[in-house]
């Protein structure tokens, strides 16, 4: 009879809610949480001297490629555009162009692998020929 006092119902359901808020936040303490942790790749702040070292890597790598296939890499990859629109702009066909980028791709791959070797050889105290 005295839930039907409109007084006393907010103060009813206000109890009700703060009860179950309760309970759920017992059940939440029995249980251990458990979080999974990713480790980094890299360090948290940026190394100045390596993306100076990487982007020597690559302007060497690039300036060993012809300059079809070098057009074909800073078309796509470096301006944004489309492989439909490099063939157009080159004046190719579309698949003169996926050629090219998957050749060029392959050749400046070994060259920055070759490079990398190289550049821990000499860092590990060995002599380069």
């Not at 790749?41 to 690559?58: C, F, K, N, T």
């Not at 070994?110 to 000499?122: D, L, N």
Request: proline fraction near 6%.
């Amino acid at each position: 009879p005295g839930l039907r006092d409109p007084e006393r119902f907010d103060a009813w359901l206000h109890r009700l809610t703060v009860n179950t808020c309760l309970e759920a936040a017992r059940r939440r303490r029995r249980r251990p949480i458990e979080v999974e942790l990713t480790p980094m790749a890299g360090p948290a702040i940026g190394d100045h001297q390596s993306v100076v070292a990487v982007r020597e890597l690559l302007d060497d790598a690039l300036r060993r490629l012809a300059p079809e296939w070098r057009a074909v890499i800073v078309l796509h990859y470096y301006l944004g555009m489309s492989l439909p629109d490099v063939a157009v702009a080159l004046g190719i066909p579309i698949g003169t162009v996926k050629s090219r980028l998957h050749r060029s791709l392959g050749v400046m791959r070994s060259t920055i692998a070759s490079a990398e070797e190289a550049g821990a050889a000499m860092s590990s105290g060995g002599q380069v020929a």
